[in-house]
């Protein structure tokens, strides 16, 4: 670039990318609390008949979610990238790999339906299914320590309101403790 030479600036100002980012952050973690609340607490083969059709609404939920949050979360670290240091860049890649795996892992939601009504031991095979069932822990454990360690390095930050790198810190963790409690109080649902 020549001396004296402004470059145009193209695309969304900074404080456009954090509100948009931060926006369709909360609108992901908005729908991912409704789909858990919907989705049946246990994948067993007869649950999977009997609430075929909030199952299948909790994955499009579920989808939507991560992709919102797939959507977020690059620009939310690009925005703050400088100041989130090294563990903002350790949170970024664990959240983003956490959530990209379920989000893959939880195409079975839409395929379940089939399997649980033409094979139903197939259902009890893939839930024990050792790569599975690890590519599952893989995928919460990146979530989940992902995010904690994204929204500490985002309260560390003077750009981020505090609470809000809080809110992301024990939002994951939310979930998983969401999930076992399904387990819990309605095994039959």
């Known amino acids: 670039m020549e001396e004296g030479v402004l470059a145009e600036r193209r695309g969304p100002s900074l404080a456009a990318l954090t509100r ?62 400088v100041r989130m240091g090294r563990l903002g860049l350790v949170g970024f890649l664990l959240a983003f790999t956490g959530t990209m795996l379920i989000a893959v892992s939880g195409n079975f939601g839409f395929l379940a339906p089939v399997l649980a009504a033409q094979s139903p031991e197939t259902i009890d095979a893939i839930n024990r299914y050792l790569p599975e069932v690890a590519l599952n822990g893989v995928a919460f454990g990146g979530f989940v320590v992902g995010f904690v360690v994204f929204g500490v390095a985002m309260a560390k930050t003077a750009t981020f309101p505090r609470s809000s790198g809080m809110l992301v810190a024990v939002g994951a963790p939310c979930q998983l403790v969401g999930f076992a409690l399904a387990q819990f109080v309605s095994p039959a649902l």
């Open 20 to 81: 948009w980012s931060g926006l369709a952050l909360v609108a992901g973690g908005l729908l991912m609390v409704v789909a858990i609340a919907l989705h049946p607490s246990r994948e067993t083969t007869a649950t999977i008949l009997q609430a075929e059709v909030r199952l299948v609404a909790a994955h499009v939920l579920f989808t939507l979610s991560y992709l919102l949050v797939l959507l977020g979360l690059p620009g939310l670290y690009a925005a703050e990238s």
